[in-house]
Nanobody, 129 residues
């Protein structure tokens, strides 16, 4: 069972940048589809971005396109979320998630939380205006 640990959260001013990291405990990391979700206080958990096994195919929510970039390094068992031009509405707890799904395309990029079997504990991102 893979364990996921996020890091990199913090407090940043609007317009600033942060880079989140998620490290997996297993060398089978390359076999998982990875994603980032976020949950703001009083709101449901929402999809941010996902990435396929090789890192060549990514998809992201409309609300973060052009500002956030997901990437992975399978040699380091890690997935990243580079967040630029941050807005106050990006304030949330950000979660890393792993899926054992064997199918990923631009039309099937797993934006639903129910598709992910493993989750990290989350890291808080606060954007001050």
């Amino acid at each position: 069972q893979v364990q996921l640990v996020e890091s990199g959260g913090g407090v940043v001013q609007a317009g600033g940048s942060l880079r989140l990291s998620c490290n997996a405990s297993e060398n089978t990391f390359r076999t998982y589809i990875m994603a980032w979700f976020r949950q703001a206080t009083g709101k449901e958990r929402e999809f941010v971005a996902s990435i396929n096994w090789s890192g060549e195919n990514t998809n992201s929510a409309d609300s973060v396109q052009g500002r956030f970039t997901i990437s992975r390094d399978n040699t380091k068992n890690s997935v990243y979320l580079q967040m630029n031009s941050l807005k106050s509405e990006d304030t949330a707890v950000y979660y890393c998630a792993a899926s054992t799904s064997t199918y990923y395309t631009n039309d099937h990029y797993l934006p639903e939380a129910r598709n992910y079997e493993y989750w990290g504990q989350g890291t808080q991102v606060t954007v001050s205006s």
